[in-house]
T-cell receptor, first 112, second 112 residues
Framework: GQNIDQPTEMTATEGAIVQINCTYQ??????LFWYQQHAGEAPTFLSY????GLEEKGRFSSFLSRSKGYSYLLLKELQMKDSASYLC?????????????FGRGTSLIVHP | DTAVSQTPKYLVTQMGNDKSIKCEQN?????MYWYKQDSKKFLKIMFS???????INETVPNRFSPKSPDKAHLNLHINSLELGDSAVYFC???????????FGPGTRLLVL
């Protein structure tokens, strides 16, 4: 199985930059996902990394280091609507199941 | 609208009852999932299913059974409901050529 660790809660100021870290341990790494989930709503896909490096998509970027078992989600020019839970998920291919395991999520609070 | 839909949105029932949650996607996706999100917001995958194979998470009690009448539907049947089954259940789908999962709005199950 996997151990996925991310901070429980973070706060940041509107307009600032915030980095949400995720560390994991897995035997058959097959990709890392970031999802955003607003309170009472369904998760929405943000990014997918399977190779080392930075993937940029608008204000959001995701970084992966497979050797370190580490990823981060970078949010720039924070807006109030970015207040949400951010879920890190790792897919494991060992056993052929390719099932993603989610971390407990990081609750981000953006204040004026 | 093209989307992943679930019914019902809310389900309140007594312990010991049997209930079903329906999921439909009109996105033409090949793979569908069921997730459980508990009161601590921890999202866990329960099942992954496509036309060829049902992958069961071994931690899911056998009271839970997915049923797929066709490619666009993956329903979740739960026998002998228990208090601990209270959670939000999300259905999701994914096309084979993408990593993005599209989540339904969730079904909020409360077992009394």
């Amino acid at each position: 199985g996997q151990n996925i660790d991310q901070p429980t809660e973070m706060t940041a100021t509107e307009g600032a930059i915030v980095q949400i870290n995720c560390t994991y341990q897995t035997s058959g790494f097959n990709g890392l996902f970031w999802y955003q989930q607003h309170a009472g709503e369904a998760p929405t896909f943000l990014s997918y990394n399977v190779l080392d490096g930075l993937e940029e998509k608008g204000r959001f970027s995701s970084f992966l280091s497979r050797s370190k078992g580490y990823s981060y989600l970078l949010l720039k020019e924070l807006q109030m609507k970015d207040s949400a839970s951010y879920l890190c998920a790792v897919r494991d291919a060992s056993g052929g199941s390719y099932i993603p395991t989610f971390g407990r999520g990081t609750s981000l609070i953006v204040h004026p | 609208d093209t989307a992943v839909s679930q019914t019902p949105k809310y389900l309140v029932t007594q312990m010991g009852n049997d209930k079903s949650i329906k999921c439909e996607q009109n996105l033409g996706h090949d793979t569908m999932y069921w997730y459980k999100q508990d009161s601590k917001k921890f999202l866990k995958i329960m099942f992954s299913y496509n036309n060829k194979e049902l992958i069961i998470n071994e931690t899911v009690p056998n009271r839970f059974s997915p049923k797929s009448p066709d490619k666009a539907h993956l329903n979740l049947h739960i026998n002998s409901l228990e208090l601990g089954d209270s959670a939000v259940y999300f259905c999701a789908s994914r096309p084979d050529n993408q990593e993005t999962q599209y989540f339904g709005p969730g079904t909020r199950l409360l077992v009394l």
